[in-house]
């Protein structure tokens, strides 16, 4: 499968609890996106990344919240001491950008619940 | 302050008839829109794109129509069928910078 890969897909953590969050891109793409999106909203961005550097982190809550694209193995979207409002669906999307504006592929999603 | 606007939170369309889905947005700087559908537990699906140098894209049944001066695009499929029942989602997005999602349009093709 030469899809975007996210896992896992289901993730349940308790109040407090670290939740990490994997996104593997598609084959051949160096660009990797983290969206959260809520029930009944649409995708908010939250952070944008290359490999080994975050290129735009504007849509990252300051606190509690971290993304990482290391040079080897998958993105990892962190979230510590997870609170009830970190409840939702976190999609990873990738895109190769050589050559202009791309569409961004996504992954069917990481969805988080808090009890 | 929502950038990208899809006014229409759900359209119900008879199977074979035209589904027209509508987004407008407000940031003159967006020079690239596209259009998702997406599915109950899946990711969204590209469909369409278009630059902002064209007023038309056309891909099989899909078809977007950008007016720049009136910062709208819209999105016709046709004929519609049940399979495109979906939740549509119209992005845009600024010299390659990040994508700005609307909130979506729930399409209903009825059989």
């Known amino acids: 499968n030469a899809g975007v890969m996210q896992n896992p897909r289901h993730l349940v953590r308790r109040r407090g609890q670290e939740a990490r969050l994997r996104c593997s891109p598609m084959?051949?793409?160096?660009?990797v996106y983290w969206y959260r999106q809520l029930p009944e909203e649409g995708l908010k961005f939250m952070v944008y990344?290359?490999?080994?550097?975050?290129?735009?982190e504007s849509g990252m809550p300051k606190e509690r919240f971290s993304a990482e694209f290391p040079k080897e193995g998958p993105s990892i979207l962190r979230i510590q001491q997870v609170v009830r409002g970190d409840s939702a669906a976190y999609f990873c999307?990738?895109?190769?950008?050589?050559?202009?504006?791309?569409?961004?592929?996504f992954g069917d999603g990481t969805r988080l619940s808090i009890l | 302050d929502q950038q990208v606007k899809q006014n229409s939170p759900s359209l119900s369309v008879q199977e074979g008839r035209i589904s027209i889905l509508n987004c407008d947005y407000t940031?003159?700087?967006?020079?690239?829109f596209l259009w998702y559908k997406k599915y109950p537990a899946e990711g969204p699906t590209f469909l369409i794109s278009?630059?902002?140098?064209?007023d038309k894209n056309e891909d099989g049944r899909f078809t977007v129509f950008l007016n720049k001066s009136a910062k709208h695009l819209s999105l016709h499929i046709v004929p519609s069928q049940p399979g495109d029942s979906a939740v549509y989602f119209c992005?845009?997005?600024?010299?390659?910078?990040?994508?700005?999602f609307g909130p979506g349009t729930r399409l209903s093709v009825l059989p």
């Open positions: 940031n003159s700087m967006f020079d690239y």
């Open positions: 992005a845009a997005s600024a010299r390659g910078q990040n994508f700005v």
């Open positions: 990344l290359q490999k080994e550097n975050i290129i735009d």
């Open positions: 278009i630059s902002s140098i064209k």
């Open positions: 084959k051949g793409h160096s660009h």
């Open positions: 999307a990738s895109s190769n950008l050589q050559g202009g504006n791309q569409p961004q592929h």
